[in-house]
């Protein structure tokens, strides 16, 4: 802008305030409004963030190395139980993967990771309840399991982890998630009450130790009173808890379609390949062999227990075969957003997990006082489509111990209506769903109401299947 000097001093004065607006909203800063009587600002709300004008930062795949690992170490701030006093929480149901585990593969020729999964209260990460966690899980007895699960360990004890174990980091991760939770919906929002009963629980996990394990975990420092005669843990055998919904060859369809993206990504990438062969080499064995070991579910054991990468005699895996391996996931899951074949198994692969959330908070908000509280532990298998289900594309890949969870509020003034809030990791992601993204943008209320849920998961996740069911979807082909 070019000031002339025969210009008013006025004149001036306002040209100069317009180019500092101009510049304010160039950089995407929020305008402070005035505060709404409920004590809420509706345009500067945390959970907003400005859309950057630069360029998004380079993948650095040791920082999301640790993230994945989510080692515990200072206390974690979160959003769960944040609304206007005048709304009272009603339900909350959780929805977690287990906590850091052993590797399910092993990569051929190399030394195990020498991890300890004995629970010792001395030794870090460790937890204040670790020690009373550890004696009140040997009497559980009196607990009610479906099926296998009454005779899988309550926790992790050998002193050389099994393939797919919970560690003591793993157990202490819920423990702290328990903790969390139990100060904000019990300690402050009285969900349940010390003469809760079994019946206001809904629990389930799959079949594998760990999840039970760390739904446990949890359950210890969250309940008001960890009553073993009121835990009923129920058996789910699908990883996607689809229970007696499972029939869908179109799932199917685009999850072998999905794989297809993964192999051509893969085979394109030609630093990853050198990686594999140079890898291969190290440990003396095909470079087909040692990609069908999966190496970074080792190696993200050996990076997040700070365990040097395995040697043998022609040399060591090291951290830049790690970097390149790891960036290039991160990359896969990069593109999987922008493909959209995993959008299309995902929500063919949780609408009976869905559905049944949205059945239960109907429920509860016509009145019902049963399943207040429900936690489903679960894999990353289970998390990540939930998260693209509803249109979560900005988050991270479930780290260990990462928690997914739904509120139903009722409002004070209203009590007819009710409003849900989801939030990952403690990072309210309500309004980036589908279905509340246009909502945020015309209304002031804090939360989603329950109905665009309902209409979402009843019939809007059907529309790009040119269908209006679960069951025609499942089955209708692709133009």
Known sequence: ITLKKKKSPIYLQALLKVYVYVLYLSVHLIPVHPIREDGLNPKSRKRIMPDLLTEPPAIDPIYEAHVYCNIPTIAERSMEGHAPHYFKLVSVQVLIRHGDRYPLYAIPKTKRPDIDCMLLPSRKPSHPQLEAFIKHMSKGSAAQMDGSLSSLPRYPSHSLC???ELTQTGVVQHLRNGQLLREIYINKHKLL???WTAKQLYLETT?????????????????????????NMRHQWSTIFCSGSCDCPMRNHYLEEEQRRQYSLRVKNNDLEKMYVDMAKIVGIPTRQLRASNPIDSLLCYFCHNVSFPCTKTGCIGMEHF???KRHQLE???ERQEKKLYFLYALLATHPLLNQTVNRLQRIAEGKKEEVFVL???????????LSALGITEARFPRFAARLV???????KRPKEHFIRILYNGADVTFQTSFCKDYYKRSSKPMCPLEKFVNYVKRDMFLVFNSTSY???CRRRPL
């Open 332 to 334: 896969d899951e990069r």
């Open 162 to 164: 099994e393939m797919g």
């Open 406 to 412: 739904f509120e139903l509020w009722q409002d004070g």
């Open 193 to 195: 009450l010390s003469d």
């Open 207 to 231: 079949g594998k130790s760990r999840t039970l394990q760390s739904a446990l975990a949890l359950l210890y420092t969250f309940l008001p009173d960890f009553d073993w005669k009121k835990i």
């Open 376 to 386: 489903y532990s679960a894999h990353d298998v289970t998390l990540s489509p939930v």
């Open 471 to 473: 069951y025609d979807a």
């Open 323 to 325: 970097k390149v391996i």
